[in-house]
């Protein structure tokens, strides 16, 4: 059974700062994985989705990486701005292409 | 193109009521999927769905809990004689193939968060 971890789950930064948030899953056999993001009350935003051959993806001041074998994903935030608070959520697909796996997210706070 | 849509945004319902739960998907997307988040968990898949067919309902509690997308009209999710564990927010998805196929993955409506006392 597919399981996904982020740590950390909490995490507080000065506006500016460049951080990483860390996904971890535990079986390698997977399909795709996605980023997404959810606001307060609010859906899920897609970011990035990086594919099982591809090794990142980036858009704007995000970049994901996948590293297949060894079941971990980053996803790195430059220059972090206050609305990029929200919770970051890391989700896999594998054996039912269809089915997310997702982890619990990390809550991000950036303060001004 | 407004998304996909979700309705009612918040739905209160007493211990042994019916909660009807529905999902418009994106314009052009045949492809359903329904997710629950419970306090403080991950989401979770329940069930994947087409145009009148139901592809995939292993994460669906067996009993209490169906759902359906027709031909015409939204998905629904139903939910008889509630109870408060399923105090949850509901997440209704669509793609208009495969996720992984083609321009991306899914897209999100904003949920349903019901609350059942």
């Known amino acids: 059974k597919q399981e996904v971890t982020q740590i950390p789950a909490a995490l507080s930064v000065p506006e500016g700062e460049n951080l990483v948030l860390n996904c971890s899953f535990t079986?390698?056999?997977?399909?795709?994985l996605q980023w997404f993001r959810q606001d307060p009350g609010k859906g899920l935003t897609s970011l990035l989705l990086i594919q099982s051959s591809q090794r990142e993806q980036t858009s704007g001041r995000l970049n994901a990486s996948l590293d297949k074998s060894s079941g971990r994903s980053t996803l790195y935030i430059a220059a972090s701005q206050p609305g990029d608070s929200a919770t970051y959520l890391c989700a896999v697909s594998a054996e039912m292409r269809y089915a997310l796996n997702f982890g619990k997210g990390t809550s991000l706070l950036v303060t001004p | 193109n407004a998304g996909v849509m979700q309705n009612p945004r918040h739905l209160v319902r007493r211990r042994g009521q019916e909660a009807r739960l529905r999902c418009s998907p994106m314009?052009?997307?045949?492809?359903v999927y329904w997710y629950r988040q419970l306090p403080e968990e991950g989401l979770k898949f329940m069930v994947y769905?087409?145009?009148?067919?139901?592809?995939?309902e292993s994460g669906m509690p067996k009993e209490r809990f169906s759902a359906e997308f027709p031909k015409e009209g939204p998905s629904i999710l139903r939910i008889q004689q509630v109870v408060r564990g399923d105090s949850a927010a509901y997440f209704c998805?669509?793609?208009?193939?495969?996720?992984?196929?083609?321009?991306?993955?899914?897209?999100f409506g904003s949920g349903t968060r019901l609350t059942v006392v």
């Open positions: 079986d390698s056999a997977i399909y795709n």
């Open positions: 998805a669509s793609s208009p193939l495969l996720p992984g196929q083609g321009a991306g993955g899914y897209t």
């Open positions: 769905l087409q145009k009148e067919n139901i592809i995939d």
């Open positions: 314009k052009g997307h045949s492809h």
